[in-house]
């Protein structure tokens, strides 16, 4: 290689002024790449989003609640998949956030080191793995024992339409399960950084271990358990193969026992047969973003914690 | 003794209950977790094995196989990561070495942020129209490598910035001191000495791109056929590069494809595979981080 010798220490000064300014651009080129990346990214999903919203009108799409993309009279209501998908999301949180804090607990502070050290690797090993797993288990195994719970409770029902396990509680439990990594690994490492001083000062006015935990050691590390719960959040509603067959395949106000569609399961299940450049595939990028739109507002609100957590210390 | 000594431990009854909730609470996601693994792996392992492994599903031969899937699987990895390695280093050593705290910065590392949080799904969407449609091309591996490349991209910049982090600045002066040129001092100490960090990053991009489905489905397709070799060894060349532009599903494509038709046993048997897969990941990325540590 020519270009090494003349950057060696005695090399020829100009050719290695000319390598230094070439490496700099290629650098500052590489870095810039990010910028680019998520600058082309937003636009391509506005130019792509936007033209449904013209053909069918947002009143329609936001509030309506008819989903009919291939009837003789397409109708274009999303405010269903809208509200699965917040809802979805919520009672995902709701379920898995509490049991992966309180096995961040577990992990940083009431287990013996050598437990914590062996179950720690298990949960990293869990965030690998890929969604198709937990959607096959999902569809496997939760599927017909909801079915079961679902003939239960709706014994005597006769208006309720079956969903054969495949419903909106279904598709929460996968996503609770599916958070759990994330919110146990970014949580244990907080409450791990928090201050010894204030364990130490706490139990030294008499608290017990117990009340220490959550009085003085949780709140230590609420930044980083807000970031965890916000990078859940992202995780949840982002998340798109994993629930596409125990969601179900209709359209309906998120109820536990319905059949329903996220955000993402209608992009996915209907993209493979939306014709190109008709209005229900247009419709699809629309929904995409309606989606992009709640994961920059989730980035907005990630990057203020933060700011916040940083500025603190 | 008496019931108010300080020497007597009052019992709280919030701290029963709340212990009690912490050990629910681990042994669930514990159980869960072992029962994930276990559970697939058993139910799996009983579909692999050499023809599974080493044959492509083909109804004349009559053999149900994964080996398609597998090839895919390895051109997307290695050509995502031939295009995202150098731009994400390249990224990182700018952040590092070259930048002045200041706006651009500032918004390198939030577009950076921003990627590794938009769900693979919009990557998917944006690398259907951009390099499927725009760029024109089409349901191909090559499509799928590049959106994959946008999703990699912030593990491998990360990563590397963190390994440059710890490399002391003691080495950057002692070299520019003797005269070395920076790019001189970054080729010959820095790189070498944060070789750990970007290799943790690259497997990890790996073990990304071995799970990603979502982002693959409409860039990259789901043909599971392999090229027919023939004699010519130049011909046979010419179509493992002429692969990189037809369509072609990874190992999760292929199990969300059998889970929809209901083949649940092929479906537990890629997953075991995929399964083995992080696993190993998970073990070379831990081998990484503890033997290349950067040299004391």
Redesign the interface.
Known sequence: MKSETNASVIGNRKNKAVVETVAQIIFTICALFAILAVISITLYMIASGTPAIFQVGPKEILFGTVWAPTAAEPRFGILYVILTSVIGTFMAILLGVPVGILTAVFLAEVAPKKLAMAVKPAVELLAGIPSVVYGLLGIYLLGPAMYKLEKLVFAGSKTHQYTGGANLLSAVIVLAVMILPTVINISETSIRAVQPGIKAASLALGASHIQTIFRSILPAAKSGIMTAVVLGVGRAIGEAMAITLVSGSSVNPPLPFHSVRFLTTAIVSEMGYAAVGSTHRNMLFTIGLVLFAFIMLINVVLSRILKKGGAKR | MRKDSITVKRR?P??TF??A??????S???L???G??G??FIKGIRTVSLSFLTTVTSALNQTVGILGNIVNTLYIIVITLLIAT??????A???N???KPGKLVG??E??????S???????G??GM??FGETLGLGYSILTGALTLT?MV??LI?RNTQEALRTVPDSYRSGALG???????M??TILLPSSLSGIVTGVILAI?RI?????AL??TAGSAYRLPKFTESAAGNIGKMFRKIMDPGGTL?IE??LR??KGE?DV??GV?CV??VI??G??LLT?AAANKLRPVK
């Open positions: 709280r919030m701290d709340l212990v909730a912490i050990y629910i609470s681990a669930l996601s514990v869960l977790l072992l994930i693994i559970y697939v150098p731009l994400g280093v390249g990224a050593i700018y952040l070495e070259y930048a918004m390198i939030f577009t950076t942020e921003t990627l949080g938009i769900p693979s799904i919009i990557f969407l944006f129209v951009f946008l991209l912030p910049t003797m005269g070395a040129a920076k790019w001189y970054i080729r073990g071995v799970g990603e489905s979502a489905l409409f999760t199990l969300y889970m929809q649940y479906a537990f997953g995929l399964i992080v696993l990941i998970n831990k």
